[in-house]
């Protein structure tokens, strides 16, 4: 058995003003969710585009960062939305992780239905050491769901539901107080 972990000396919080990405990407006056890593199957990333072409609220953002085998749909979804609200920072080293686990206010961690006890998403260590809040699109009862209850550290919704995730998605913007 190998623990999850994140080497906390490589990744700590940054100040989103300081961030380039956000900058590069004109982000910086949005309330960015982000979902970093790998785009497959099981990660429910259709439920994300579906929720977020639904949200009403110019100051959302959803950041895509990393690759795999839904990023076509993730680039036709932005192409057919050219003023929409999701975008794609493309793929990073691991170098410059920092910056790009930082370019967000909300780090989006998810798995599909029927994926509980199946995997523990490993990003949710390295989110948290950004202190970054997690939105979890998932089950309650995973290690993650138990995480973010037991200790406020964020929000969790059903996988699937796209309703249930575009309310999540404004609740958030509405009462936001990031900086």
């Known amino acids: 058995v190998i623990s999850n972990w994140c080497d906390v000396e490589r990744v700590q919080p940054i100040k989103r003003t300081d961030n380039e990405m956000l900058i590069k990407m004109g982000l910086e006056n949005k309330i960015v969710f982000s979902f970093v890593g790998n785009f497959g199957r099981v990660q ?35 192409d057919a939305n050219r003023s929409g609200n999701v975008y794609y920072a493309g793929t990073h080293p691991a170098s410059s992780e920092n910056s790009f686990l930082n370019a967000c206010d909300v780090a989006v961690v ?15 260590y390295h989110n948290m050491a950004a202190a970054k809040p997690l939105l979890l699109i998932g089950d ?14 964020g ?10 995730l575009t309310a999540m998605f404004e609740k958030v913007c509405a009462e936001s107080t990031f900086d």
């Open 44 to 78: 429910g990333i259709q439920n994300m585009l579906d929720a977020a072409l639904a949200v009403d609220n110019e100051d959302f953002a959803l950041l895509f960062v990393g690759d795999g085998a839904m990023r076509p749909a993730i680039e036709a979804h932005i």
């Open 110 to 124: 998810s798995l599909g239905q029927g994926m509980y006890g199946l995997g523990v998403p490993s990003k949710s």
């Open 140 to 153: 309650a009862r995973s290690e993650i769901g138990r995480v973010i209850s037991e200790h406020d550290i």
């Open 155 to 164: 929000w969790i919704v059903e996988p699937d539901d796209a309703g249930q």
